[in-house]
């Protein structure tokens, strides 16, 4: 069974910072790419940033050059450095390992994102 567990959210005003991290197995960080999606209330969940084994990364549009998602091998760990924060960036965010291994994707619980104006 694949946990991925979550930690980091929080309420920060606008033009504040965050870390979020995402902590898994190490077979499953080994065989994963691994990314972070957002719902906000009302709104269906989207895509934020993903990042390979090899460390390649994308991000949406709206995060670009606000956030960096980064691997740590050592730890298992995938963290999204959050700058600048906007209040559109309220949402519940949530880890994602796409695994390669089995063909599945795998979900975290979620961590709290509010940003006041």
């Known amino acids: 069974q694949v946990h991925l567990v979550e930690s980091g959210g929080g309420l920060v005003q606008a033009g504040g910072s965050l870390r979020l991290s995402c902590a898994t197995s190490a077979r499953t960080f080994s065989n994963s790419n691994m990314g972070w999606f957002r719902q906000a209330p009302g709104k269906g969940r989207e895509f934020v940033a993903s990042i390979s084994w090899s460390g390649g990364s994308t991000y949406t549009d709206s995060v670009k050059g606000r956030f960096t998602i980064l691997r740590d091998r050592a730890k298992n760990t995938v963290y999204l450095q959050m700058n600048n924060l906007k209040p559109e960036d309220t949402a519940v965010y949530y880890c994602?390992?796409?695994?390669?291994?089995?063909?599945?994707?795998?979900w975290g619980q979620g961590t709290q994102v509010t940003v006041s104006s």
């Open positions: 994602n390992a796409d695994s390669t291994a089995t063909g599945r994707s795998y």
